[in-house]
């Protein structure tokens, strides 16, 4: 028996597979929104998540998508791209550390001879060697700086200094240590200082600065005023943001930071407040203790030798004693 009402719902049936026979159809096409088509049913992954390499295989013409990775390397101390050579400097370093020269009152800043030389230095506050433990002298003489005598003698560009000369004052010291360049031989993380000044010294107090992440010169004070030691720890004496060239820092006291080589002992101390120390008297809470009064003895040393504050000049490692002593007796006629 004939139902008319199936023949509407066949004609909707056969219209639905033709239009799905016609999308199955383009689908191999890609259309005009930019989209790539996918290949088996799976969509590529966007090209900027990673390096995609396409490599036919079999020679059937299959693509593969495979991540690369490149490596950039930059050239030290720079943000130029470099090479990444194993024979620079820096990968051919064994040993390096911090280094101050100081030769007629002029800060040095030394280069090796040669660029295949064992030692080098990068800037005016470092040293770097290829060789394990060279003595400090063989060091310095790669740029053409001897240091000779046990470290008495220095020569360099022609000229000869001697510690014995009175108006000459060699120092040599690693660590804050004196030692003898042609004995001393180099370790990994030395701090060296080779200081040549000639007296008169032909530089400004407190001089050029130097900035707290490079080389600078550190030692020890204390300061004893009628019996009482002085408490440099206090928060009155922590003052490295006011006074950049010479202070404590952080609480630590008694150990000083000196940021220019040309600091005398005098400037620093004037650096503390109440405190004023010259070569004949010296000043602490608003009392000044001078030298000529009777009854009092006053005493400035650096590494137990008598020194004049106006015209000494601080040095790493230097260990700094100041003392007032008052005599109530009178003295004898």
């Given at each position: 028996m004939f139902d008319e009402q199936t023949v509407?719902?066949?004609?909707?049936?056969?219209?639905?597979?033709?239009?799905?026979?016609?999308?199955?159809?383009?689908?191999?096409?890609?259309?005009?929104?930019?989209?790539?088509?996918?290949?088996?049913?799976?969509?590529?992954?966007?090209?900027?998540?990673?390096?995609?390499?396409?490599?036919?295989?079999?020679?059937?013409?299959?693509?593969?998508?495979?991540?690369?990775?490149?490596?950039?390397?930059?050239?030290?101390?720079?943000?130029?791209?470099?090479?990444?050579?194993?024979?620079?400097?820096?990968?051919?370093?064994?040993?390096?550390?911090?280094?101050?020269?100081?030769?007629?009152?002029?800060?040095?800043?030394?280069?090796?001879?040669?660029?295949s030389a064992p030692v080098w230095f990068a800037d005016e506050s470092s040293w770097a060697t290829s060789e394990e433990q060279p003595t400090l002298a063989a060091a310095l003489e790669t740029a053409n700086l001897s240091v000779a005598d046990g470290g008495d003698r220095v020569t360099y560009e022609g000229t000869t200094y001697r510690g014995n000369e009175s108006n000459v004052t060699v120092v040599v010291r690693a660590n804050g240590e004196p030692v003898d360049p042609g004995e001393y031989e180099l370790s990994d993380g030395d701090q060296v200082w080779v200081e040549v000044l000639t007296a008169p010294v032909d530089q400004p107090t407190p001089g050029d600065h130097i900035d707290h992440h490079d080389l600078h010169a550190h030692g020890h004070v204390e300061m004893v005023v009628d019996g009482e030691p002085v408490n440099f720890s206090r928060a009155r004496y922590q003052t490295p943001d006011e006074h950049t060239y010479f202070h404590f820092e952080s609480g630590s006291a008694p150990r000083w930071h000196a940021h220019s080589w040309s600091v005398t002992l005098e400037y620093a101390m004037g650096t503390f407040p109440g405190i004023e120390v010259t070569n004949d008297s010296i000043t602490y809470n608003g009392t000044t203790y001078d030298r000529s009064d009777p009854g009092t003895t006053v005493s400035i040393t650096v590494n137990d030798e008598p020194v004049e504050p106006g015209s000494y000049y601080l040095k790493d490692g230097d260990s700094v004693h100041i003392e007032v002593t008052m005599n109530d007796e009178e003295d004898e006629e």
């Open positions: 509407p719902r066949r004609a909707g049936l056969v219209l639905g597979i033709v239009l799905l026979v016609g999308l199955a159809g383009c689908a191999g096409f890609a259309d005009d929104s930019g989209e790539e088509p996918t290949t088996n049913g799976t969509q590529q992954s966007d090209p900027g998540d990673r390096n995609v390499t396409e490599t036919p295989t079999d020679g059937q013409g299959e693509q593969t998508s495979e991540p690369t990775q490149t490596t950039t390397t930059t050239a030290p101390g720079t943000d130029e791209p470099g090479t990444g050579d194993s024979g620079s400097n820096e990968s051919r370093a064994v040993a390096s550390g911090g280094l101050a020269v100081v030769v007629d009152d002029e800060r040095v800043a030394l280069s090796a001879a040669n660029e």
